[in-house]
C-alpha cells in the first residue's frame, strides 16, 4: 500500500478545500464593507439634504442693476468717479419664515484672492505687535508713503471691501449686529490690541474702505474677515446678522453703498441673507456626493454578490503546485 501516495493526494486534497473555503471567504468582507457604507452613506446623505433645504436663502446681484443707466456702457468711469452717487435701493422679498439670527454676507465672482503674489502681500507680524510696524518686506507696492510704514500693510488689506447696506421694513430701520464675525482666534492672537492703523489708504490709488485709526486692529472685524483669504474665485464673506425674525412675504428694502470696484475684472458682486442649519448654511453638495458615494457602493456590492452567485471563480487544482509535486526522482 502506498501510504506517501496516500499522505500526498490527502494532502492535496486538504488543499484544495482550504484554498476553496480561502477563495469563498475573501469575497465576504469586501461585500460587507460596502454594504455597510451604502447602508451608512445613503441616509446620511437625505438627512444632510433635508437639512439644506430647511435653510432660507435670498440672494440678490446688484454690481450691474447699481450702475445709472448713463454708465452702462462704461461701469468703470462710474465706479472711479468720486463725485458719483453711488447710492443704490434695492427691494428683497422674504419667501418664508427666516429664523433669527439671520446671516448677512457679500459674495464676490471671478475675485482670486488665492493669487500667489495677492496672498503674500500682507505682514503677519506687523498685524500682531505694534513693536514690528516696520515689517513691510513683502508688502510691495503697499508697504510705505512718505510718512512711515502703513498699518495694515500690503494689497490685500488694501483692496478691503467698502460697500455697505442698510436694511428697513414698513420704513423701520433694521439693525445690523457686527460684532463677533470674525474668528475667535484672530482677535485674540493673530491681530494685536496695541497696534493702530496708519498712514492707511493715504496714497494716490484707494483700493477699498478706510480704517478708523483710533480703533485697534483687534477690533476691526470686517479687515479680519476679510484677511482670511478664500480658496476659490467665487467666495461669500460675513457682513454683519440681523438679530430678528423675518416674516415671509416681508418687503425689504436694502440701502446699497456701491463702492467696490469688481468691473475692472468682470467681477460680480451679490447680496446674501441667510439662515443656518446644523451643516451651516445652504450647501446640497454633501448630501449628494453622500448619496452617490453610499449608491456607487451598494451598486457594486450587489454585483459582486451576483459575480458570487452566478458565476463564480473556477479555481484550479492545486496538486500542480510546486509545493504540492513530489521531487524529482521520487514517485508517489
Not at 123 to 130: A, C, E, N
Request: hydrophobic share 35%; net charge positive.
Amino acid at each position: 500500500m502506498d501510504t506517501n501516495g496516500a499522505t500526498t493526494s490527502s494532502a492535496a486534497s486538504g488543499g484544495s478545500t482550504s484554498k476553496s473555503s480561502s477563495k469563498k471567504h475573501s469575497r465576504k468582507p469586501v461585500i460587507a464593507t460596502f454594504t455597510i457604507i451604502g447602508i451608512i452613506f445613503i441616509p446620511l446623505g437625505l438627512v444632510s439634504l433635508s437639512a439644506s433645504e430647511k435653510v432660507v436663502e435670498i440672494v440678490d446681484r446688484y454690481d450691474e442693476s447699481c450702475v445709472p443707466s448713463d454708465y452702462s456702457n462704461d461701469k468703470l468711469k462710474f465706479i472711479q468717479n468720486p463725485s458719483i452717487n453711488k447710492s443704490c435701493v434695492r427691494t428683497l422679498t422674504v419667501p418664508k419664515l427666516m429664523k433669527s439670527p439671520v446671516f448677512i454676507y457679500y459674495q464676490l465672482d471671478n475675485y482670486y484672492q488665492n493669487h500667489r503674489r495677492y496672498v503674500k502681500s500682507r505682514s503677519d507680524k506687523q498685524l500682531r505687535s505694534v513693536s514690528d510696524e516696520k515689517s513691510t518686506k513683502d508688502c510691495s507696492p503697499e508697504d510705505k508713503t512718505v510718512d512711515g510704514p502703513i498699518v495694515p500693510c500690503g494689497l490685500v488689506a488694501w483692496s478691503l471691501f467698502n460697500d455697505t447696506y442698510g436694511f428697513s421694513v414698513n420704513s423701520k430701520t433694521i439693525e445690523v449686529n457686527k460684532h463677533d464675525i470674525a474668528w475667535k482666534s484672530d482677535k485674540e492672537h493673530k491681530f494685536g490690541s496695541n497696534v493702530y492703523p496708519k498712514n492707511f489708504q493715504s496714497g494716490g490709488l484707494i483700493g477699498g474702505a478706510k480704517l478708523n485709526s483710533s480703533v485697534p486692529l483687534s477690533k476691526q472685524e470686517d479687515l479680519m474677515v476679510w484677511m482670511r483669504t478664500a480658496a476659490l474665485p467665487t467666495f461669500r464673506k460675513l457682513y454683519g446678522k440681523i438679530e430678528q425674525d423675518l416674516q415671509a412675504n416681508e418687503k425689504i428694502q436694502v440701502v446699497i453703498q456701491n463702492n467696490y470696484n469688481t468691473y475692472s475684472f468682470s467681477g460680480k458682486k451679490k447680496l446674501v441673507l441667510s439662515t443656518t442649519s446644523w451643516i451651516g448654511g445652504k450647501n446640497d453638495f454633501l448630501g449628494i456626493a453622500y448619496i452617490i458615494v453610499g449608491g456607487l457602493c451598494l451598486f457594486l456590492a450587489v454585483c459582486f454578490i451576483l459575480l458570487y452567485v452566478i458565476k463564480p471563480r473556477p479555481l484550479g487544482d492545486p496538486s500542480y503546485l510546486s509545493w504540492n509535486r513530489s521531487p524529482a526522482g521520487h514517485p508517489n
